[in-house]
């Protein structure tokens, strides 16, 4: 006797890949004058091209932009000659690996020739051999819902390992076997963990126990490769997905062993809050302060995702069980703020991003001395001149800081920050804070004091600073005065 669920669950299984279908069509259709122009060139000039990888992936789900992948039989020099009385810009900055890319119209396109990669023990660049076959090509690649293509210009549809099924469930799986597969690139394993994060797809279980019995092979991949990945993972819809795979898997133990390393053991009593998943929901409370991609500047940030990230880390090593039972972690932050340049620069990030994101590891607990308002005008005016033009970003980490199921404690934050905020505010109509200087520059002091380029003179700058953020502005009168009775006090 039929089994009514399995066949609901076929019936399901249909209906998806039908609805699939339709998407992919349309979404081909837009691209159509471009690609099927493309292909005909390629075509007349003896060689063949298809719409490939991420391409057919993201038309079939429905969200194909204007990035076009596409693979040919044609090698690299052949593909220059084809595109380059078409192209309206074409760049080779990728033709040792057999890819050729260009703009046509609001098109950016990449040409790669059938190819297949693979590392050897200690090398930490792919060596590149092309092939012959669509079919050799699309084996090669990561996974089977990449591993799909369109021929053209007759819309052939190429699916050898059942990415589109795949897709329709949602899974990740590999063309051949993971091990062969992650072999060949072991960034694969950390792209398995991007693409559930982006995709929010499941990983089939013989993935991941591949990941995770050859995450060591992760450390021939460079650096820079590493962190490309890794930010693509934190900037997607669902990084907390992609992170907890590679904890899972001991793959963070390579490239953010930060992160692991917050899984600390909790006393039996409990009496401090689990840091690994703390940190997980503080970057995705970031994440919901960050302005909407239709604003300016608004989308995905990966300043304060990377700060949300990283903002605990100096815990481990800070932890400290008191005589009174209670676990207190003094000066995490600056221990923190240390670590995270550290790590940071491991990746090859920029100076700036480093500086930026360390800033606010630093001060992210600077608001917590604020109590209910008990602030000086002066300190609210440090808080501000410290953060600089961090101070967006460190109200939405501190913020996203709390976690507590408490709801009275949370709303008291919520509020001591609104008011923070609005004293922020206030001042800073009143006194300019994004740019507190001193209310005299170095050539007046200069000038008042009679003296020359020097150390004095910083120190007197200095010293002013230090006035005008205690005092607020002073008058010019008021500024000089100042200055002759530090400068009297000086001898």
């Not at 799909?148 to 007759?154: R, Y």
């Not at 990746?347 to 109590?371: A, C, M, Q």
């Not at 005299?440 to 020359?452: P, T």
Request: charged content about 30%.
């Amino acid at each position: 006797m039929p089994n009514a669920n399995n066949d609901s669950l076929t019936q399901s299984s249909t209906n998806e890949l039908n609805h699939v279908q339709r998407r992919a069509v349309s979404e081909l259709l837009r691209v159509s004058p471009v690609a099927d122009d493309l292909a005909r060139r390629f075509q007349e000039a003896g060689f063949t091209l298809a719409l490939v990888g991420g391409s057919v992936r993201d038309a079939l789900l429905g969200r194909l932009g204007n990035d076009l992948d596409f693979t040919t039989d044609a090698r690299p020099e052949d593909v220059l000659k084809i595109v380059r009385p078409w192209a309206d810009a074409v760049w080779e900055v990728g033709i040792a690996f057999g890819t050729v890319g260009c703009r046509k119209a609001d098109f950016d396109i990449e040409v790669t020739t059938y190819r297949s990669e693979a590392y050897d023990r200690t090398s930490r660049k792919p060596e590149v051999s092309y092939g012959d076959s669509i079919e050799e090509d699309l084996v090669r690649r990561d996974f089977t819902v990449n591993a799909m293509a369109v021929a053209l210009p007759e819309k052939e549809f190429i699916d050898p390992h059942n990415g589109l099924e795949d897709l329709a469930a949602r899974v990740l799986r590999t063309p051949g076997t993971p091990e062969e597969s992650f072999s060949d690139d072991p960034l694969r394993m950390m792209r398995a963990a991007r693409f559930a994060a982006q995709l929010d797809f499941e990983v089939a279980p013989e993935v991941v126990t591949a990941m995770t019995e050859m995450s060591g092979r992760l450390e021939i991949v460079s650096a820079e490769r590493v962190r490309d990945e890794l930010n693509k993972l934190i900037l997607s819809d669902h990084p907390r997905k992609g992170l907890k795979l590679l904890v899972d898997t001991g793959l963070a133990a390579l490239v953010l062993p930060e992160l692991p390393a917050l899984r600390l053991e909790r006393d039996e009593h409990h009496r401090h809050k689990d840091v690994y998943e703390h940190t997980l929901t503080v970057l995705e409370q970031a994440i919901a302060l960050e302005a909407p991609r239709d604003q300016p500047g608004g989308g995905p940030d990966l300043v304060l995702r990377l700060a949300a990230l990283l903002h605990d880390i100096g815990k481990p090593r800070t932890r400290r069980f008191e005589k009174d039972g209670r676990v207190s972690f003094h000066h995490h932050e600056v221990v923190g703020a240390k670590m995270t340049k550290a790590r940071m620069t491991k990746l090859k990030y920029s100076n700036e991003l480093v500086k930026d994101v360390t800033k606010l590891v630093e001060l992210h607990l600077r608001f917590h001395g604020y109590g209910t308002g008990e602030w000086t005008d002066s300190a609210v005016r440090r808080y501000v001149r410290d953060a600089g033009p961090l101070l967006d970003r460190l109200h939405k980490l501190t913020r996203s800081d709390c976690t507590t199921r408490n709801k009275r404690k949370a709303n008291a934050l919520s509020r001591a920050y609104d008011g923070l905020e609005e004293r922020i505010a206030r001042l800073q109509e009143q006194e300019e804070l994004d740019a507190i200087r001193p209310d005299l520059d170095g050539n007046q002091i200069m000038e008042i004091l009679g003296v020359g380029p020097g150390p004095q003179v910083g120190k007197a700058y200095k010293h002013m600073l230090e006035m005008r953020l205690e005092h607020g502005p002073m008058s010019h009168d008021e500024a000089v005065a100042a200055l002759k009775e530090w400068w009297a006090a000086q001898g």
